[in-house]
């Protein structure tokens, strides 16, 4: 069974940095998307970015110029790399994986199959 857990989340001060990560288990990393979610109290969860198996990737808006995300296949791995924190970046954050090659709309959370557990970020 696939399987993602995320680390890394916790709590930091406006304008500092956090970076999350997202250990995937029980398929190659490879010819597959990945995303990472966000879901804030009273809040619909949203997409914040994801790359396809070629390194493609894609940001929401609010986090361009902030946030990267990235993969490492022989760690099979995916982080989120997130500077400028602002309070409105507090949610949970969720990483996602889609068994595809190419995804469409990749920032739409009805595209992927599996998810992690979520790690909590608190920005005050």
């Known amino acids: 069974h696939v399987q993602l857990v995320e680390s890394g989340g916790g709590s930091v001060q406006a304008g500092g940095s956090l970076r999350l990560s997202c250990a995937v288990s029980?398929?190659?990393?490879?010819?597959?998307?990945m995303g990472w979610f966000r879901q804030a109290p009273g809040r619909e969860r949203e997409g914040v970015a994801s790359v396809d198996s070629g390194g493609r990737t894609t940001y929401v808006d609010s986090v361009k110029g902030r946030f990267t995300i990235s993969r490492d296949n022989v760690k099979n791995t995916l982080y989120l790399q997130m500077n400028s924190l602002r309070p409105e970046d507090t949610a949970m954050y969720y990483c996602?994986?889609?068994?595809?090659?190419?995804?469409?709309?990749?920032?739409?959370?009805?595209?992927?199959?599996?998810w992690g557990q979520g790690t909590q970020d608190t920005v005050s």
């Open positions: 029980g398929i190659s990393y490879s010819n597959y998307c």
């Open positions: 996602a994986l889609q068994p595809a090659y190419i995804l469409s709309d990749r920032l739409s959370m009805g595209k992927y199959s599996y």
